[in-house]
Each structure stands twice: as structure tokens, then as C-alpha cells.
């Protein structure tokens, strides 16, 4: 049992509050699940500045001097934002590849949690509340944003197996449910090139998206995907540069929520992480359908 979160705006006039917003529906579902919380925000882009969001054990000692390393190595402008065990590395977006690889080599022990032009993903041990406080999330701005708290069932607690997952520049993934079969997927995306942090069956399911993607789906279509390549019980929230989605498996025994109106669109494992939005009073309200995807995008 995982609560799971998402929260689309088509109203610009909210997005300072995003960070504000997502925090309190995820608080909301603390009960669901203990052991670790995360969220992912995706803020405005510019066109010439990428982010790297990543996570260390001993923030203290990898993150000092890390700018300056990372500009000599990539040969481009570097500067790192740090929250508590995540920093945000900022460079040119053709640096990108080239800054994650000289990070694996100059600080074995870092972590990515994701990378693209707009979305910022913060996760660790713990309980949301806790999480929220811990990297300021209420003070984000954005455009939307998906957030997770686990009850962890197949593996280990700990921040590389809490949600969100991302496998592609600004996607990400959370699942409530459990997949039979990402032991058999996960051996064809390795042989296609996908490399994998964990062995959490949720991290299977972003990167089939991103594959799927890769291949030039839309997200609507690689969420199509799932229904047919994917087995077990899931309900999948998914975030993209531009984009959210989500879809129920055929049997739909995951509970989901979700809500819209002019100004956003919601979705929440119970009703009570949609009751503090604005107009929830006169938003549609329904059940989503299984086997069904929805999607939209700014």
C-alpha cells in the first residue's frame, strides 16, 4: 500500500504555489506508506540551462568543491544548489552526458536522482512531512509535479528505492501495485542499453516509458504500451517535460482519484489529498477508468 500523487496546472497564476500544494496532498497520505517519500517538481526552462539533481550519503564531503571539478572537466559553466543530501547541478544542456559521467568519476559515491531541463527530484528516507521540511518543497514553483510515499513490499528501503523513478531527461515515474513480469522486461532493456540502479520493479516500468519514448512515441502511446507489455497491478503516474499521465491496469484494484477543473488537473490514491485544492468543491471528480490512459500537456 503506497499513496501516489499528481498535479497538473493549467493555471499560471498557481504555479508559485505548486511546491505548496503537491507537499500538502502528499502529507495527506502519510498513512499509506512510512518509509520513504519523494517528489518531483518541474519548473519553467529557458532554452539554455539544464539541471541535474543528485544525492549523497555524505553531502558534506562530496558536494565541496564539486562546481569547480565539474566546470574543469566538462569545459562549460557549472553551479550546484545544495538541499540538505540533494544538490541541483546546473550547466549548458550539451554538457549534460558529459556531467554525469565525469560525476560518476569524480564522486563514486553520488547518486542521480534525474536530469533534464525542468524537473528537480527529491527523495529519501522517511515520512513525507519530514521529507517536505528536509528540501523546502512547499517554496518550489512549477508546472506540475507527481510525489510518492512507500510502504516498501519487494525491496529494500532506502533512497535509490524510494519514488520517483527517472530513466529519461525530465520523466519520471510513481506505481502503486506490484509487476509480475520486470524481471523478463528488465533483461530486454538491458539489451537495448538501459542501465538500472535497483532492482525495484517501479524503476523497470520508467524506463520501459522511456524506451517506448526513445522509439518516438508520445507519452499517451508508451502509456498504451504498458497495458500490454506490462503484467501485475499498477496504477502509474508519469511526468515529462511538457506532459502528465496516467494508467490503471485492466483489474484497476489500485484505489485512484482524480479531479479537474479550469485551473488543474489531480490525481490521488483516496479523495482526502485532493480536498485542500482550490474549487474542489465544483471540480469534476471521477474514478479513473481501467485499462484507460489519460494524459495532457502544456
Known amino acids: 500500500m503506497c499513496g501516489i500523487v499528481g498535479l497538473f496546472l493549467k493555471d499560471k497564476a498557481l504555479e508559485p504555489k505548486l511546491g505548496a500544494m503537491l507537499s500538502e496532498m502528499l502529507v495527506s497520505l502519510s498513512d499509506r506508506g512510512p518509509d520513504s517519500a519523494g517528489i518531483a517538481i518541474y519548473g519553467a526552462t529557458s532554452g539554455n540551462e539544464a539541471k541535474i539533481t543528485i544525492q549523497s550519503p555524505k553531502p558534506e564531503r562530496d558536494f565541496r568543491g564539486l562546481d569547480a571539478e565539474l566546470a574543469k572537466a566538462v569545459g562549460a559553466p557549472v553551479s550546484i544548489a545544495v538541499k540538505s543530501t540533494h544538490a541541483v547541478v546546473r550547466t549548458t544542456p550539451d554538457k549534460v552526458d558529459a556531467a554525469r559521467e565525469a560525476l560518476q568519476s569524480l564522486r563514486p559515491d553520488i547518486r542521480i ?59 519520471c515515474l510513481v506505481h502503486n501495485g506490484s509487476l509480475s513480469n520486470h524481471n523478463n522486461v528488465r533483461r530486454e532493456l538491458i539489451r537495448e ?22 522509439h518516438g512515441k508520445n507519452l499517451g502511446e508508451a502509456l498504451e504500451g504498458t497495458l500490454s507489455d506490462l503484467d501485475g497491478f499498477f496504477t502509474f503516474v508519469v511526468g515529462t517535460k511538457n506532459g502528465f499521465g496516467v494508467v490503471r491496469d485492466p483489474i484497476a484494484c489500485k484505489p485512484a482519484v482524480m ?13 482526502r489529498a485532493l480536498t485542500k485544492l482550490p474549487g474542489i468543491d465544483n471540480a469534476r471528480v471521477w474514478e479513473p477508468e481501467p485499462a484507460t490512459v489519460y494524459f495532457w500537456e502544456h
Open 193 to 214: 542499453g538501459m542501465k538500472f540502479e535497483t532492482e525495484n520493479d517501479t524503476e523497470v516500468a520508467a524506463a520501459y516509458l522511456s524506451s517506448q519514448m526513445a
Open 259 to 271: 479531479a479537474e477543473t479550469d485551473q488543474y488537473v489531480a490525481f490521488g490514491s483516496e479523495y
Open 113 to 171: 536522482m534525474g536530469a533534464g531541463e525542468a524537473v528537480e527530484i527529491y527523495k529519501e528516507v522517511g515520512l513525507p512531512e519530514a521529507v517536505v521540511d528536509r528540501f523546502d518543497v512547499r517554496k518550489m514553483t512549477g508546472t506540475h509535479g507527481i510525489g510518492h510515499t512507500r510502504m516498501a513490499t519487494e525491496s529494500a528501503v532506502t533512497t535509490m528505492g524510494a519514488h520517483p523513478f527517472s530513466t529519461g531527461a525530465d520523466q
